[in-house]
């Protein structure tokens, strides 16, 4: 997987994530401070996940020959402060002419996403400080 580069300067609190080849501006909403250039960290937490899983659910229709015209994913990231446990509702809509049981492997399938089982492991942290050499 490519490594994913987060780079901020003085504008509170405009980001850019970058890769080798593409770029992606986050930043906060207004109320926070930001200017509301990009999506904030959570947003793009949730997008991965919708991402990944309406890119799987293509993946998957494709392999199988099942009509699946489109998926379109809806995911709301919450965080309870009290149980410091994270929610995310994922709503799916699923067009094509499917049968009942396509669609119910379908839901199967997108929560089997590379993403969703990313988020349902434990995850593991290791930060590491890295001198400065005058290059990003």
Request: overall charge negative; proline content about 4%; glycine content about 6%.
């Amino acid at each position: 997987m490519a490594v994913i580069t987060a780079s901020i300067k003085r504008p509170h609190y405009e980001t850019h994530l970058s890769t080798n080849s593409q770029v992606i501006v986050a930043d906060e909403p207004a109320e926070m401070g930001g200017q509301e250039r990009g999506m904030g960290p959570g947003e793009l937490l949730a997008g991965s996940l919708a991402a990944c899983t309406v890119m799987t659910l293509r993946m998957y229709a494709d392999r199988k020959e099942w009509p699946l015209d489109s998926a379109v994913a809806h995911v709301e990231y919450t965080t309870d402060m009290v149980t410091n446990r994270s929610l995310f509702v994922l709503k799916l809509i699923l067009n094509g002419d499917l049968t009942g049981e396509q669609r119910t492997r379908l839901v199967a399938i997108a929560d089997q996403c590379p993403m969703h089982r990313a988020l349902q492991n434990p995850i593991d942290f290791n930060t590491i400080l890295v001198e400065y050499t005058g290059q990003n």
